[in-house]
């Protein structure tokens, strides 16, 4: 069974930085793209960035390109958003998904999603 946790997510001000994690146990992690999406209260859930499985191809939804950075680390079956120069409106719940395949910019989410991790950032 795919299982997938979130962590790292917080309260912080505007400019500031957080790392999330999303370690994933139950899946061959390194033959699958990974996935970071977010939801805004009253909003639909939108894909904020992806990795190929091999980690040399990521992608970005145009809001978070220079300020975020998505990576992974297969030997720890963890995926990772490094996310700097947070303002208000990426305040949401974050979550990672398994791809159904390894490309990265033809993403496919699966069915498999973390609890996530709730960011707000402050004004």
């Known amino acids: 069974q795919v299982q997938l946790v979130e962590s790292g997510g917080g309260l912080v001000p505007a400019g500031g930085s957080l790392r999330l994690s999303c370690a994933a146990s139950?899946?061959?992690?390194?033959?699958?793209?990974m996935g970071w999406y977010r939801q805004a209260p009253g909003k639909q859930r939108e894909l904020v960035a992806t990795i190929s499985a091999g980690a040399r191809t990521t992608s970005y939804t145009d809001s978070v390109k220079g300020r975020f950075t998505i990576s992974r680390d297969n030997a720890k079956n963890t995926v990772y958003l490094q996310m700097n120069s947070l303002k208000p409106e990426d305040t949401a719940v974050y979550y990672c998904?398994?791809?159904?395949?390894?490309?990265?910019?033809?993403?496919?989410?699966?069915?498999?999603w973390g609890q996530g991790t709730q960011v707000t950032v402050s004004s």
């Open positions: 998904n398994v791809g159904r395949g390894y490309s990265a910019t033809s993403y496919r989410p699966s069915e498999y």
């Open positions: 139950g899946t061959t992690f390194s033959i699958n793209a």
